[in-house]
C-alpha cells in the first residue's frame, strides 16, 4: 500500500499509522510549530501530545500517529496549529 | 467477536478504557449477567499495554494468554471501538465521538496512563520520543523509531522498552536509570522479585544487560533540526549531576519517560475526589469496592494509582462485579493488597528527586503546544506573583495548547512549586488536570 506525503510515495502496511510509516521512510519530522517554526513529527505515539499533525485528504490537525494509512491518501505537511477545526 | 455496532444506547453498566483494567472490568460485569458496553478510543481491544496489529500472534507481548482469555470473556459486551469519550454527564451519559451518547446505570472509568515527562534541554527536538511512543511504534505499527535508541528516564518500565526493542532486533545505544532501585529500596526483595516477575523468562535484566546503567541521566539531547545524539551523566542520590562524568552518545531517536501520569479529566468532570500518590501523581480516590467518592463511578487501573498491567487486572475484576452490584470474593481482594504493596514498594524504589529541575535553563522549553519557556513560567512567579500553577498557565499560557498541558501538567506544576519553596501539593496538579472537554472534538459534536 502506498499513500503520498507531499508529493512523494510512502510504504505503509495495513494497520500502520501514517506517522509509524513515515518515521519507517526515514521522515523524523514533518510540522514547524507556529511560534519559533521548530520541526516536530512524533513525540508521544498515542494521540496525546498533537506534536504529529498534518493534513489528510485536505483535512487539517490530524494526529498522525492514530490516523491509519490507507491507499492513495493524501498527507501533507502544515505549519503551526492550523486555522481548521479540531478533528479527531 | 464483540459487537461493534450495537444500536443500542442504554446499559447497565459503562466501562470506559479497553485495556487491561477496563478489559477485566467489562468481562466481570458481563459474567454477572448485566449489560456492558465497552466505550474505547482504539481500533482494538488492548490498550497501550496489548496495543498490536490485526493478525497479532503475541510473540512479543507480556501476558498474552490473560488478553486472549479476557478478549474471550467479553463476547456479550457491546465493545464501542473508535469512540473517544469526551464528556460524561451525572447519571449517567457518556459522550463520545462519531456516535450517540450512552447511557448506563453505573461506570468503570479505566482510562490509563501516558507517560510523564521532565523537560530538558533539546527535548523538542524530532527523535526524542516518549518511551510508550517508542513502543507503541513497534508493538502497534511494526517499527523501529530508530537505528540507534538510547532509551532514558527511570522505573522498570524502561527495562521492558529496552528489552522489546532488542528483542526486534534494534542497536540499543545504552539504557540509562537516574535512580538506583537497589540502593533506595526499603524492600529490596519486593523489588528484586518486581524485576524477576517483570522479566519473564530471558529476564529484561539479563536480556538488557550491561547496557543498563543506574544514576545515569540524559541531561541533553542535541541535533541540527533533529536528534543527532545526547549528553548524559552520572547523577548524585538527588540527580544532580556528577561535575566530569558527561559523555556524549551518538543516537537518532531516545525513549524517554520518567513514570507514568494517570489520565484524570473523566474522574475530575465527574467530581471524583483525588490525592497525590506515592509516585506524585495525581490520582483518583477509590474505596475497597473501588468505587469513587461518586456514587455509582467505579475506578481501576492506573487512574487510581499507577501499578502497572496486573494489579489493573485485579482492579478491574473487582470494579466490574461491584458494578454490576455482586461483591468480589476475598481471593481478589487479597491478590489486589499484595500488588498493591508491589507497586508502592516500585514507587520507593524509583522516586522522582528534584535535581532534574536545576537543568531546565532558563530557555528550556517546558510547554511544548504553546512553546512556553521556563523563564516564562518563573517570571509569572517571580514577577507577576503567581501563587499556584493555575494562575501561571493562565498567565504564561503553559498547558494552554492542543495537549491541554497532558505533557507539560506535571512538570510546570513541579517548575512552580519549586520556585515557591514548597513541595508538590495535590491542588498544584488538579489545577492543571481539569479538562471540560476530555477529547479533542469537532464544533459540531460540542454543538450537539
Ligand atoms: S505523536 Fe503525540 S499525538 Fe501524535
Redesign the interface.
Known sequence: MRFTFDGKAIPAEPGQSIGAALIAAGHRSWRRTRIDAAPRGIFCGIGICHDCLVTVDGAANRRACLVEAAEDMRVTTQEGAGRAELEC | MPNSSAERNEYDVAVIGAGPAGLAAAAAAADTGVSVALVD?G?RPGG?YWRH??GDDGTHHHDWAEFTRLRARIREVDHLAEH?VWHIEPGFTVHA??RDPVRARRLVLAPGA??RQLPFPGW???????A???Q??LK????L?GKRIVVAGTGPFLLAVAAGLLDAGAGVAGVFEAGTPAGFARHPLAVAGALGKLGEGAGYLRVVGRRYRTRTMVIAAHGT???SGVTVAKVDANWQVVPGTERDVAC?ALAVGYGFTPQLELPLQLGCATRLDADGSLVATADDRQMSTVEGVFLAGEVCGVGGSALAVTEGLIAGRHAAGVSAGSRLLRRRRAQRRFAGALHQAFPLRRGWLDRVGADTVVC????VRHRAVTAAVDDLGATDPRTVKLLARPGM???QG??CGFATACVVADRLGRTLIEADLRGLAARPVA?????GELAG
Not at chain 2, 502497534?140 to 517499527?143: M, N, P, S
Not at chain 2, 477529547?439 to 464544533?443: A, I, M, N, R, Y
Open positions: 478510543s481500533p497501550q496489529r490485526t473517544a465521538t462519531g501516558h507517560d523538542t527536538l524530532p527523535g526524542v520520543y516518549t510508550g511512543g517508542v507503541a511504534l502497534g505499527h511494526g517499527v523509531a533540526g533533529e536528534l537518532d511544548r503546544c504553546e512553546e495548547g492542543l495537549c497532558r505533557v477529547q479533542p472534538v469537532t464544533l
